[in-house]
């Protein structure tokens, strides 16, 4: 990353990238409401303690010197240990849904409610509804989530920036094996870069371009409008332009079963979990052979734009996203242009499972294709 890069070459010091990052939150964030808490002691402490790293010749040590990150909710420091290590320095902690919303789809911060940055009346999503207000207005380049249903993937699409979920595995946050870690970046290099200092492996070689991938607009069961189907499939093409991807057919057209009811019974303490165990394995058997035939899976991220700040409704957002916690394979969300409303909307891409350094390649090629 380019702060990092400055902070170990002794250019910038960490200490100004920190409050240059609290003066962009103090200024901005009374009316977005990305943030719960800012902790602004604490981070320029932090901030003085890895240029003193840097003075002391550590700097290799510290991939990620000086990057303000914010993560999710007040608990979100226990996850960010590995980026805190590479340097990364904590501003806050992000808004969430508050107290007895019943959809999680939008955050409550300190200032009140979360917004869009397109649009104040629509939803930025949620549950990493801050992370990804704050990333997408540059209050910081890095925010953590957890998505356990979308959550990190559908505020992505809906603030017009990257989100990436990690494949669900040991680092998983609940039982029912749904939940995996995320983050919300502006860039595919700096997911990447995230990427690097949460798994010691990093993102992998390279795959070879174009990668062969898969078009479905509903997963075989969705109902998604016409408008995000057209926005992701436009991005689709975009992608093919670049020479990131080309499009195959499967063997057979992909037709999960509605992963919906299985989620929620995953999660609920007195349901009959057999039926769940069921859909989970049958569409474990059916996203296998997909990717045995290709190893990229290319959707809309959400069902419909960005909705008011009353609810969604009788919709699921997660209608697209909820299938890959059941299955656990990683996903990203990758901005794909504005619908008429003047929100963005996101094309998602799926890999087998540990692949993310396929999803965060494609993303860069799309991004140098494009030249962004």
């Not at 890895?50 to 914010?70: E, F, H, Q, S, T």
């Not at 860039?187 to 990668?211: F, H, Q």
């Not at 296998?288 to 008011?308: I, M, R, S």
């Amino acid at each position: 990353m380019g702060t990092a890069a400055a902070v170990r070459s002794g250019r910038l010091r960490a200490v100004d990238a920190v409050a240059a990052a609290l003066a962009r939150i103090a200024a901005a964030d009374a009316s977005l409401g990305a943030f719960l808490e800012v902790w602004e002691e604490d981070a320029l402490r932090r901030a003085a303690e890895v240029d003193a790293r840097i003075a002391a010749g550590a700097g290799g040590r510290l991939p990620l010197a000086g990057v303000p990150l914010a993560v999710k909710g007040r608990s979100g420091l226990r996850t960010a240990a590995p980026l805190l290590a590479a340097g990364c320095v904590a501003v806050g902690g992000t808004a969430v849904p508050g107290p007895g919303t019943g959809w999680q789809t939008w955050g409550r911060g300190a200032h009140g409610r979360t917004v869009n940055p397109w649009r104040a009346d629509r939803t930025p999503g949620g549950s990493s509804a801050g992370a990804a207000a704050a990333v997408a207005t540059g209050l910081v380049p890095l925010a953590t989530g957890a998505d356990g249903a979308g959550s990190v993937r559908i505020p992505a699409a809906w603030c017009g920036v990257l989100g990436l979920k990690l494949t669900t595995g040991a680092a998983r946050t609940d039982r029912a094996r749904l939940t995996a870690p995320g983050v919300l970046a502006r860039t595919a290099a700096d997911a990447a870069a995230y990427l690097r200092a949460m798994a010691p492996d990093g993102p992998g070689p390279a795959p070879a371009l174009p990668v062969p991938a898969v078009w479905s607009a509903d997963l075989g069961f969705a109902a998604p409008d016409d408008e995000p189907v057209a926005l992701a499939r436009a991005a689709v093409e975009g992608l093919v332009a670049a020479g990131a991807v080309r499009l195959v057919r499967p063997p057979r057209p992909l037709r999960l079963l509605d992963p919906g009811p299985a989620w929620l019974a995953l999660r609920s303490p007195d349901a009959d979990r057999g039926p769940a165990r069921r859909t989970r394995a049958e569409n474990d058997r059916r996203l296998a052979e997909l990717f045995a035939a290709a190893p990229l899976l290319l959707t809309p991220t959400a069902p419909t734009a960005p909705h008011g700040h009353d609810g969604p409704g009788d919709r699921y957002s997660t209608a697209l996203t909820w299938a890959f916690n059941l299955s656990g394979h990683p996903a990203l969300s990758l901005p794909a242009g504005f619908g008429t409303d003047g929100c963005p909307a996101g094309l998602q891409l799926v890999a087998p499972h540990g692949a993310e350094g396929l999803l965060l390649a494609v993303a860069e090629a799309a991004s140098a294709g494009s030249g962004g």
